[in-house]
Each structure stands twice: as C-alpha cells, then as structure tokens.
C-alpha cells in the first residue's frame, strides 16, 4: 500500500516536471521572439542614423552643430555595440552576390559591369540573430543588358 503511494507520488511528479519543462520552453521561446521584434525595432534606429549621416554634410554646418552630430555619431555606435553585444549582426555580402533569403531585391539595373545577380548597391540594410535573419537587406542587383532590352 505505501508502495503504491510512493509510486503514484512519483509518477505524480514526474508528470508535473514534464509539464514545467514544456512550460520552461514555451516561455525561452517567447522571451527570444520578444527580444528578436525590440532587435529588429531598434535596427529602424540605425536606419534613421545612417540616413542622418549620409544626408548630411559635415562641412556645411557650423562648430556647434558638428559637435552635436559628433554626439549623435556616439549615439550610433553604442547602439551598435549594444546590438552585437546581443548577438545581432548586420549581413554582410563579401562576394557581392545576392542570397536568397538574406536579400530582398528591390531594383535591379541592366549593366555589362557586373555578373547578373551581383549587388551594386544596399538601400537597407540586413540583420540577423544567430541563425534567424531579423530583417533581410534590401539590395539592387545587376541585370544582363539583355533581358533590359527584352523588357
């Protein structure tokens, strides 16, 4: 009788501890998704820095305004810092050829320069999360000439 007792007590317990277990992984699950959309939220701040920068011209604007935009520059890197410090990394494209799942082609543009697929330039940029990519980059790629003049 008190084995049964025992017995039933255990397996009892092991049934809760399966449920936690499940319950544990639901909410790791939950906490990254959370984390990856406050990642993916804060890339759009590094868009509106890198569109600050490239919009402005530091040689036009007087003392105090480049000090402030010095500040703002700080602004951006510890942001940066923070995100890859969190395991968030822009994509990078060293053999400037679009991939598919990493790159969202927004334009492409007949040229004999460059190989069909080859990126000529990034309008966004792309970021990722370990093996999850949080936003893919937005490129323009090369078309052959052909094709344009099929079009």
């Known amino acids: 009788m008190k084995k049964e007792r025992i017995r039933a007590k255990l397996i009892e317990l092991q049934q809760a501890a399966i449920s936690l277990a499940a319950e544990l992984q639901a909410c790791e699950r939950n906490a990254r998704e959370s984390d990856n959309e406050l990642f993916l939220e804060l890339t759009a701040v590094l868009d ?5 920068f490239k919009n402005l011209d530091p040689n036009t604007l007087d003392k105090s305004a480049k000090r402030g935009l010095k500040s703002v ?11 890859e410090a969190r395991g968030v990394e822009k994509l990078e494209f060293p053999d400037a050829h679009a991939e598919v799942g990493l790159c969202k082609v927004v334009e492409t543009r007949a ?11 990034v309008v966004r940029n792309g970021y990722r999360r370990g093996d999850r990519v949080l936003r893919p980059a937005e490129v323009i790629t090369a078309s052959s000439i052909r094709e344009a003049d099929d079009a």
């Open 48 to 52: 509106a820095f890198e569109n600050l």
């Open 73 to 83: 520059g700080a602004i951006q890197r510890k942001l940066t810092r923070l995100l």
């Open 111 to 121: 040229t004999a320069q460059a190989e069909e697929g080859t990126i000529l330039a």
